[in-house]
Every structure is written in structure tokens, then in C-alpha cells.
């Protein structure tokens, strides 16, 4: 089974800062995705960045970045120059591949960030 | 396009009741999903359909039912509601072949006094 840990539960970060958000996973697969979602006080799911457990370079979304560490097993989500607009809470979650791939996505209890002008 | 369209967007519910939330999307999409947001918690994985006519359990499936007739919709079932399922519900949907997004609903928030 995979598990994602996300060990901050809030976050207060100063407007312009660059922001880091911890995540861990645990899985036996080799082929797997790990993904980055957005969740705004509105509530809507928001799709950030993906990287792929082949992926060799860490993907790059705008002022989203994931540093993918696989040996680590951590798949930390980075913003640069964090904006207001930034606060919402933020999960973390996987997909596997094996098995024909149709599982969903195992999510973390995800970190409340909030930005401060 | 309407994406990942969910109905109701809000429902109560007494202890018993039963009542169908429908999730339906445009993009012609093989897999969708089923999942269950409660207060502190991430998304969990209720039911999951890989294609018409085909459904299986996720990790919490226990008080639900569904049902994929067709290819663009996806219905979830409370037979009869408990409190404990009162959360908020997201329906997403993937084409495997060409994406590894999902894409999510808006959500239905369900309460069940």
C-alpha cells in the first residue's frame, strides 16, 4: 500500500518569500506519479505540477517547482516569490502505475499555507 | 466543454435517507473516480470505474454504491445515509492514454444530521 506524509499541518509565510512544502511517500512500485494539488478556501481542486518517478530532471510549473528526491523518497513542493494569492491548503499525492494503472490517487492530510503581507 | 460537472452541489440528508450524487463529464474520459474529503483529512478513494459498465472498490467503500451505464456519467449511492458520512464528495476523471491529470469536480457538500 502507499502512503504520502505531509508532517507541516500550517505554514505562515511572509509575502515574496520562497515557500517549501514537505512531502514523504512510501511505495514498493518502480512506476509511479506524484502530484501537487492546490485547494483554496473555495474549495476546487487544483492541479500544480506532476512528476513522473522516471522523470530525471524535477518538474517545473511557473513559480512551481518539485524537488524529487527518489532515493529519499520525498517529492517537496517549492513556490518561489509566494503571492497572497498563494494561501489555501496544499496535498500531496500519488498514482501507481503497476496493474494496469486505474488506481486513483493516494493523497496526503495536506499543509494549510498562508501568506502574510 | 464543461470539464467535470457534479450534482447536487449541496444536499442534507436525516439518518436513512437515500439519495444518488451524479458526476458527468464531457471529455470522453475512460477512467473516473469517486472520492471523500472529511475536515483535516485528504481526498479518499471511495469507488473507481476504468470504463462503461465496469466498476471496484477503493479504499473506503463501505455504505456506498455505484454505477457506470454510461460512459460520460458516474453515479455514487448512499443507500441509507449515516453522519459519518457526512464530507464533501469530488468526482475525477482521467484518459490515461493521454494525460496524468485528473481532472476534479467542484464537489458536493453532503451533511446527514
Known amino acids: 500500500a502507499q502512503k504520502i506524509t505531509q508532517t507541516q499541518p500550517g505554514m505562515f509565510v511572509q509575502e515574496k518569500e520562497a515557500v517549501t512544502l514537505d512531502c514523504t511517500y512510501d511505495?514498493?512500485?518502480?512506476?509511479?506519479?506524484l502530484f501537487w494539488y492546490k485547494q483554496p478556501s473555495s474549495g476546487e481542486m487544483i492541479f500544480l505540477i506532476y512528476?513522473?518517478?522516471?522523470?530525471?530532471q524535477n518538474a517545473t510549473e511557473g513559480r512551481y517547482s518539485l524537488n524529487f528526491q527518489k532515493a529519499r523518497k520525498s517529492a517537496n513542493l517549492v513556490i518561489s516569490a509566494s503571492q497572497l494569492g498563494d494561501s489555501a491548503m496544499y496535498f500531496c499525492?500519488?498514482?501507481?502505475?503497476?496493474?494496469?494503472?486505474?488506481?486513483?490517487?493516494?493523497f496526503g492530510k495536506g499543509t494549510h499555507l498562508i501568506i502574510q503581507p | 466543454n464543461a470539464g467535470v460537472t457534479q450534482t447536487p452541489k449541496f444536499r442534507v440528508l436525516k439518518t436513512g435517507q437515500s439519495m444518488t450524487l451524479l458526476c458527468a463529464q464531457d471529455?470522453?474520459?475512460?477512467?473516473m473516480y469517486w472520492y471523500r474529503q472529511d475536515p483535516g483529512m485528504g481526498l479518499r478513494l471511495i469507488h473507481y470505474?476504468?470504463?462503461?459498465?465496469?466498476?471496484a472498490k477503493g479504499e473506503v467503500p463501505d455504505g456506498y454504491n455505484v454505477s457506470r451505464l454510461k460512459k460520460q456519467n458516474f453515479l455514487l449511492g448512499l443507500e441509507s445515509a449515516a453522519p459519518s458520512q457526512t464530507s464533501v464528495y469530488f468526482c475525477?476523471?482521467?484518459?490515461?492514454?493521454?494525460?496524468?491529470?485528473?481532472?476534479f469536480g467542484p464537489g458536493t457538500r453532503l451533511t446527514v444530521t
Open positions: 499525492a500519488m498514482r501507481r502505475y503497476s496493474g494496469g494503472g486505474a488506481d486513483g490517487l493516494t
Open positions: 511505495t514498493s512500485d518502480q512506476s509511479y506519479g
Open positions: 512528476q513522473g518517478s522516471y522523470d530525471e
Open positions: 471529455m470522453n474520459h475512460e477512467y
Open positions: 470505474s476504468v470504463g462503461e459498465g465496469t466498476t
Open positions: 475525477a476523471s482521467i484518459n490515461p492514454g493521454l494525460s496524468y491529470e485528473q481532472y
